[in-house]
């Protein structure tokens, strides 16, 4: 029998994309949604399930919206995930729940996350969000979360309705972390993240803004506050450089920068809204992941005539998700492959003008099992850009391990947890992004499950 | 009843520089001389970053003087005494280096004079003998002259019409004390970065041991966005978790003000605009 063909999502047509920030991804009708869910085979060993972080039961929600029983489907995916509109939308599904599906073997996997992302949707527009709130009464007992990132929310979500009174330490104006300041608007829109960090206040979690752990208060003081616990979602707060001459050059920016300006500080709206951003004509994105995806898509819809991504390997080492390179080739943006700045150029007022790069080859394959790019000598070629943004990764903000030398981190400056997500010190714990390094955000609902019950289980068993 | 964030003070010390006294007693009490606080005045305001210049842990109180220069400190100047401030962030950036070195200059310019303040304060109360040069465009711009009097031990003034003190450069009165010979221990500069970068040409010299605050553009000022990044010695720091303070003689001025530069016309834009449109 014939494998029926997968129900796509709609997209907003290029040429309104790029004039806007609206999201891209328009999201599947109801019948759509039916149709996407009765081509799933139901396979009694749920394959799919394995490639999930948070263990969703997936053919079982499926099921459910297949009998158009979207509440149930909703229900299920709740139990696992405390923020199903988020991980629709920026889960890389394609490498995988979806690339365990068993129907990838004779046709197109299951929409595994367009189909959450629909029940998720669905669920907001509905308002069943608010009444599916189960709290356990309080205990009385205090739990600090600083972070509002996937993990920090998740943590807080999952001990609130265990009847503990968390407070979260957020240290930006808005809460949401990355999911804020980091993913664009097209990608995951603001209002969307909003809901989720409504949800939590809906449990009572006490959200603290502006408030920076290591400077305004530190861990220490936290104890001393009478909380019992402590949740670092700190995530990778820093970003890093190329470390080549020339790279504090005007309008070279770090990734970061580009999104901070355009989705915390709203500066696409400038002047209305007061922080501004420019970008040139021609931009030059170095780096290859998804945040070098998101920065170029950015700089798209600020006007920039031409767009590159500089990447020093070949489209396939690539490591941004195949959906992202595909929205940004659709938008316009190009790739200059096999390329590596080694200097930047600027003019007399310091104004970045181009790049000095080498021309490299791929080698055998490398510690990450991407074949290594290797320099081609006497290839130097100047890559002309009147602004360039820096994607190239990011590393942890020293400033609570300056502040608390007792919490132990490893080289890279990643928090040491055990596996259950202990820090070193007594009663911190932590998740995401700062013990894994660059992850996702699936990842970081994961480890935080796993932290919310570490924590729980501790004080129950009074070890602290 | 007092509320976080809300002005409880506000005075202009010279035409379009202003000093206010918020409310905010998880800042106060933590506060040291040299550190910074980011404020944003509404939805659609910037992140600004300013210097604490006082404050009363007791009362909960910090102080901050800024100059109305644009769309940001213009909306800012136009708070009232018990309007709250949306958002204020702090204490940042990493506190001054206060210990008894000796003799001490301490050299404020502009509307930063009273960035400095803070900082001879401690200075002095650690027991350094502390000479404090201050100059200003003309008498008018002048501020914190005798708050700085109270706190140093001998007080230079400068100003670039000679309508107070001598006419000339707070450079210009830095060199001539060094050349007098007197031994001085540390020189701490805070003024704009042009200012700073004369005053580190002068005591490179003398190869005094001179610390710079500086101040570039800055959006998050936590270590996020790298907006504030500059050069010293030939690497690439953060002002804002690394900074403010860094050796003067290492840092690359042209770097810094090449940078403060990188959005004038959008600033002057908007500026503009908000001023036509009746501010």
């Known amino acids: 029998m014939p494998v029926k063909k997968r129900v796509e999502m709609r997209k907003l047509p290029v040429e309104e994309r790029i004039k806007s920030f609206n999201e891209v991804m328009l999201g599947l009708t109801e019948e759509q949604a039916i149709e996407e869910a009765k081509r799933c085979l139901q396979c009694p060993n749920h394959p799919c399930m394995e490639g999930c972080p948070l263990n969703t039961e997936i053919p079982k929600f499926i099921k459910k919206i297949a009998e158009r029983d979207f509440l149930s489907a909703y229900k299920i995916i709740k139990e696992k995930n405390p923020i199903p509109a988020i991980t629709g939308r920026v889960c890389p599904q394609e490498v995988r729940c979806e690339a365990k599906c068993t129907l990838q073997r004779v046709g197109e996997p299951i929409a595994i996350g367009a189909l959450e992302r629909f029940v998720a949707d669905w669920a907001m527009r509905e308002g069943v969000i608010k009444e599916e709130v189960t709290k356990a009464p309080s205990n009385n007992i205090r739990v600090a979360v600083v972070g509002s990132g996937p993990s920090g929310i998740t943590v807080a979500a999952n001990l609130a309705k265990l009847g503990y009174e968390v407070t979260i330490f957020e240290a930006l104006q808005k809460p949401g972390g990355l999911l804020i300041y980091g993913i664009p608007e097209f990608k995951l829109p603001k209002k969307v993240v909003e809901c989720e960090i409504d949800h939590l206040k809906h449990l009572g979690v006490d959200i603290q803004t502006n408030v920076v752990i290591g400077r305004t208060y530190t861990i220490k003081e936290l104890f001393q506050n009478g909380y019992r616990a402590i949740f670092l979602g700190i995530g990778l707060g820093m970003p890093r450089f190329l470390n080549i001459p020339g790279e504090n050059l005007v309008n070279i920016y770090t990734a970061n920068e580009i999104l901070i300006r355009t989705n915390l500080m709203k500066a696409y709206l400038f002047p209305k809204y007061d922080t501004p951003i420019k970008v040139g004509d021609i931009v030059a994105v170095v780096g290859g992941g998804n945040v070098a995806m998101d920065a170029a898509r950015t700089a798209i819809r600020l006007g920039a005539k031409e767009v590159y991504i500089v990447y020093r390997r070949s489209e396939e080492e690539m490591p941004a998700w195949k959906k992202e390179l595909i929205n940004a080739k659709e938008e316009g943006v190009k790739l200059q492959l096999l390329t590596q700045p080694i200097r930047f150029i600027g003019d007399k007022d310091g104004r970045v003008t181009g790049m000095e790069c080498l021309k490299m080859q791929l080698g055998e394959p490398d510690a990450s099992g991407r074949r290594r790019p290797i320099p081609i000598k006497g290839s130097e070629f100047i890559f002309k850009a009147d602004t360039v943004i820096i994607a190239v990764g990011y590393r942890p903000n020293p400033l609570i391990q300056n502040t608390t030398p007792e919490i132990k981190v490893n080289e890279e400056g990643c928090i040491i947890v055990d596996k259950h997500c202990r820090a070193s010190m007594n009663g911190v714990y932590a998740a995401g992004d700062i013990i894994l390094g660059e992850a996702t955000v699936a990842e970081a609902i994961g480890t935080g499950r796993i932290a919310s019950t570490t924590i729980h289980q501790d004080i129950r068993e009074g070890r602290i | ?279």
């Open chain 2, 1 to 279: 009843m007092i509320k976080m964030n809300q002005i409880l003070d506000k005075r202009e010390l010279a035409p379009g520089i202003k000093e206010m006294v918020i409310y905010n007693p998880n800042i106060a009490s933590k506060v040291k001389a040299g550190q910074f606080i980011v404020v944003r005045v509404c939805e659609e305001g910037e992140r600004i970053p300013l210097n604490v210049v006082d404050w009363d842990g007791g009362r909960g109180t910090l102080k901050i003087v800024f100059q109305e220069v644009g769309v940001s400190t213009h909306k800012l100047g136009k708070l009232g005494i018990g309007d709250l401030i949306m958002d204020v962030v702090g204490p940042l950036g990493n506190p001054s280096e206060i210990s008894l070195f000796g003799t001490v200059i301490c050299v404020g310019e502009g509307v930063r004079i009273s960035a400095i303040y803070p900082v001879a304060r401690e200075l002095k109360k650690a027991g350094n003998k502390v000479i404090s040069i201050i100059g200003a465009k003309s008498k008018e711009l002048l501020i914190y002259m005798e708050e700085m009097r109270g706190v140093s031990d001998e007080l230079r003034i400068t100003t670039d019409d000679g309508s107070e003190g001598r006419r000339g450069l707070v450079s210009d009165e830095l060199r001539d004390i060094l050349e007098s010979g007197l031994k001085i221990d540390r020189i701490v500069i805070v003024g704009s970065a042009m200012t700073m970068k004369m005053c580190t040409e002068v005591t490179k010299l003398y190869h005094i041991k001179t610390i710079a605050s500086l101040n570039p553009i800055m959006i998050c000022g936590m270590g996020m966005c790298g907006a504030c990044r500059v050069e010293v010695a030939g690497k690439t720091r953060f002002t804002c978790i690394e900074g403010p303070e860094f050796d003067a003689h290492q840092v690359n001025f042209d770097v810094l003000m090449m940078r403060l530069n990188a959005y004038k016309t959008e600033e002057q834009m908007a500026l503009k605009r908000f001023l036509e449109g009746g501010g």
